[in-house]
């Protein structure tokens, strides 16, 4: 009896042993599964949180370039639409030779916009440059029915803002750069190519004067190319970027609805998934973590920092790339407009100048050696610039070869057209690479504040119209809003005035 006694506690005892044995299997087992089940989740939560702020900032920065380049388009058309020689040349009757001088040979060439059409207060087209040539009106019926509704809107605009003067109407604003703008924009697809349009009143910008009645509204069209959004992708670091039909959405594409109303067209791009990185690094420690549970943990939380402080990384440089130029690094326009504004509001100074400064014959860099040169050149010439300009203000990168500076110091005339002088020979020096060499030369507008203007936005746009000034009176030299041009100090052969291009 004690004999089964004995062996009935034995046989007890190792099922206790079996059972506390299982029990700490299943313990070990819940707590590895707890552990890999715990930080899937936490992977997961974080690739879910990277994906979603990675997509917010994709879709901010396409839709602040999407509108730059709207505003770009408007801003190039104004050139024409808002001056008093294109009020003269084209609202009573039409001088053919500025047609061919200030748009055929300009709007193509220079800005890329594809189609110029001229809507008279009838509603019939005037006349239509196609590219470079002066095609007939009555192939301009399309583009017009097209945008009918914008010209429409163009004239209520031109209808509110003006305002009565002896002699006429005039618009004491900006149709572009002022808080309510006069032009109207959308994106629509005309001959099997998707444009962005806009159409804008012709208005005086000084002196001349519009009759009573509908304006004549200037309709420009300007295809989105493959090569212009492969450009964009590439400086805004998205894959397969492009403009498409809402209907023709390609999968695990992100997007953004184009024009007014409902969309009929989208900007696309793939979709980041900074997930996809979370999972590939952690994964591989997260199957050692199962068998060697405290050595797992640590390199588990050594590898998910590393992914957090990439993450932090990536979200640092989409925050710099809203304030800086991605190819130079210097600071983008809205970083200089805040600065300007930053500067004034505070009366920090009481005096500043501002400095537009737009590169000659790059785009014969770009034709002849193509746009990686282009880069390079655009490089070293911000680079140059910079140098040039040193402590005494703030450099800027504002559009493709445009650059923007701010003077705090050494502001008398006659220091500040030394500062110009040394910025165009500085561009205009050859820049070398291996298998050539480029040049480029440089045309200034310069503006002071608040001598010529009150405002940062008004005090920009004199220093911009002293450019174009600049820029019509030969190119190579410095333009004051004053209205005084100054030729370079040392013109080097070869570098000053553009040929006058043919008629």
Request: hydrophobic residues 45%; glycine residues 6%; charged residues 25%.
């Amino acid at each position: 009896m004690q004999q089964i006694g004995t062996k009935s506690m034995g046989l007890w005892l190792d099922g206790r042993k079996r059972n506390l044995a299982l029990a700490i299997y299943l313990v070990c087992a819940a707590v590895i599964m707890a552990f890999a089940l715990s930080n899937t989740h936490m992977l997961g939560s974080a690739g879910g949180i990277a994906d979603e702020v990675r997509a917010q900032d994709e879709r901010h920065l396409v839709r602040n370039e999407l509108d730059r380049q709207v505003e770009i388009l408007a801003d190039d058309q104004s050139r024409v639409s808002h001056w008093d020689e294109a009020v003269r040349a084209l609202v009573a009757h039409i001088d053919w030779t500025f047609v061919r001088k200030e748009i055929a040979n300009w709007h193509w060439e220079d800005f890329g916009i594809q189609v110029t059409v001229l809507v008279g207060p009838d509603n019939r087209p005037r006349l239509l440059v196609f590219e470079d040539d002066i095609r007939a009106e009555e192939e301009a019926a399309a583009h017009v029915a097209l945008a009918a509704d914008l010209v429409e809107s163009a004239r209520e605009a031109y209808a509110s803002a003006r305002e009565r003067e002896e002699g006429g109407f005039r618009i004491s604003r900006h149709p572009v750069r002022s808080q309510d703008p006069l032009y109207v924009s959308d994106v629509r697809e005309i001959n099997g190519e998707i444009n962005m349009i806009v159409a804008q009143a012709i208005v005086p910008d000084n002196d001349a004067r519009l009759p009573d009645g509908a304006p004549n509204v200037l309709l420009t069209f300007k295809p989105l190319l493959p090569s212009m959004m492969a450009e964009i992708g590439r400086k805004l670091g998205l894959r397969d970027f492009a403009v498409r039909h809402a209907d023709a959405v390609p999968p695990d594409s992100d997007v953004i609805p184009l024009g007014h109303g409902a969309p009929r067209f989208v900007a696309t791009w793939v979709r980041s998934h900074p997930s996809a990185v979370i999972w590939r690094e952690a994964l591989p420690l997260l199957l050692g973590v199962l068998v060697l549970a405290a050595i797992a943990l640590g390199f588990v939380a050594l590898r998910f920092a590393r992914s957090l402080r990439r993450l932090q990384q990536s979200e640092e440089r989409n925050r710099f790339l809203a304030n800086h130029d991605a190819l130079t690094g210097l600071p983008n326009r809205l970083q200089f407009e805040q600065e300007m504004e930053r500067v004034l509001q505070r009366s920090e100074q009481d005096r500043c100048a501002v400095l537009c400064i737009d590169l000659d014959r790059f785009k014969q860099v770009n034709d002849t050696w193509g746009h990686a040169i282009g880069d390079l050149v655009i490089r070293t010439v911000s680079a140059r610039i910079l140098d040039v300009v040193a402590d005494r203000g703030m450099s800027a990168r504002v559009g493709g070869d445009e650059f923007i500076v701010l003077l705090r110091e050494g502001l008398d005339r006659s220091s500040v057209l030394a500062l110009c002088d040394r910025i165009v020979a500085s561009v205009c020096s050859e820049i070398v690479f291996d298998g050539g060499c480029a040049s480029v030369g440089a045309s200034i507008g310069v503006a002071w504040w608040p001598d010529d203007a009150l405002t940062a936005k008004s005090v920009i746009r004199s220093a911009d119209e002293a450019l174009y000034r600049a820029k019509q009176d030969g190119r190579g030299r410095t333009f004051l809003a004053a209205g005084a041009a100054h030729p370079p100090a040392s013109p080097t052969p070869g570098r000053g005035a553009d040929p006058p291009p043919a008629v």
